[in-house]
């Protein structure tokens, strides 16, 4: 089997991510692969793909990059009550060497127009690991949000410490604000109007729900299971296949501006570098991959 063959068939299954991210993963994703039967490789070929650059890849996928741009309908409207019991929080104001502060965001399943009632996905994505948990629930309703957000609580692979949201009437409720100080969760919202003071949610919010869902609307109790059966698969798959970099310093001369990044990981890997996660956690995420 050629190496752009084995290239392109990881290449896909990781969803035509960068050059960089698809070396992250490359040892991840390809064992898995061998291991379910998807593609049969000897010695020497494995070798070779784990040796592969990120620039060698860049050229060998160099006709087969292609991209799409959607847009869809915002649907947050600012809430307006408790918005001085709940503090401001900036995109700079975590410390995100910790697990378990989190930022959260509906995901609005509305198609063309934001009439009636529609499916909307509660989506949750970790600061420090990347990560990310989806839930979709039948309408924007804040008891449906806070059940969401408990379920999704139970999900992760560490506690809940801190939870950030936009200003939406959804997020910014006596339930919400009660559910967080009940179980020792900071609530925090962002600004009004600056989408980067969320930009792990936003990232988040293309990546792993429009990717897979697109602008179609949804509606009903139906339409809600088979996206948790569909979001159920793609946590396994983002959180333990597909690795992201993070941004660690950013430099400007004059008009250019210089960004560095670190070494791409994906979530679980992250999470199991952490010495604050439990060995038994630990373990349990191994069997899990």
Not at 245 to 263: C, E, F, N, P, Y
């Amino acid at each position: 089997m050629a190496h752009k063959v084995v290239l392109k068939k990881v290449w896909v299954a990781m969803d035509f991510a960068s050059s960089v991210r698809v070396k992250a993963g490359m040892k991840d994703v390809l064992a898995s692969m061998v291991r379910n039967g998807h593609i049969a490789l000897d010695d020497a070929m494995r070798k070779d793909m784990l040796a592969m650059s990120a620039s060698t890849m860049d050229r060998l996928l160099a006709f087969d990059r292609k991209s799409m741009t959607l847009k869809g309908r915002a649907t947050t409207k600012p809430g307006t009550l408790l918005k001085s019991q709940i503090p401001i929080r900036r995109g700079s104001d975590w410390d995100d060497a910790k697990v378990g502060f989190v930022e959260v965001d509906l995901v609005a399943h509305c198609g063309a127009s934001a009439k009636g009632e529609f499916v909307c996905t509660l989506n949750m994505t970790d600061v420090c690991s990347g990560w990310t948990q989806p839930r979709a629930v039948i309408n924007k309703a804040r008891v449906h949000t806070v059940s969401a957000i408990g379920y999704l609580k139970g999900e992760l692979p560490f506690q809940l410490l801190g939870l950030d949201s936009d200003n939406g009437s959804e997020f910014i409720n006596d339930h919400l604000l009660t559910y967080c100080k009940d179980n020792d969760i900071a609530f925090t919202c962002r600004r009004p109007n600056k989408k980067n003071d969320g930009c792990f949610i936003e990232e988040k919010n293309w990546s792993v729900v429009r990717r897979f869902t697109a602008y179609y609307r949804f509606e009903g109790k139906e339409a809600v299971d088979v996206l948790n059966m569909l979001y159920d698969l793609l946590a396994l798959y983002i959180n333990y296949f597909m690795p992201s970099q993070k941004l660690i310093s950013t430099t400007r001369d004059g008009a250019h501006v210089s960004r560095k990044h670190d070494k791409g990981l994906t979530p679980y890997r992250r999470v199991m570098k952490d010495g604050s996660i439990p060995k038994q956690t630990k373990d349990r995420l191994c069997t899990t991959a």
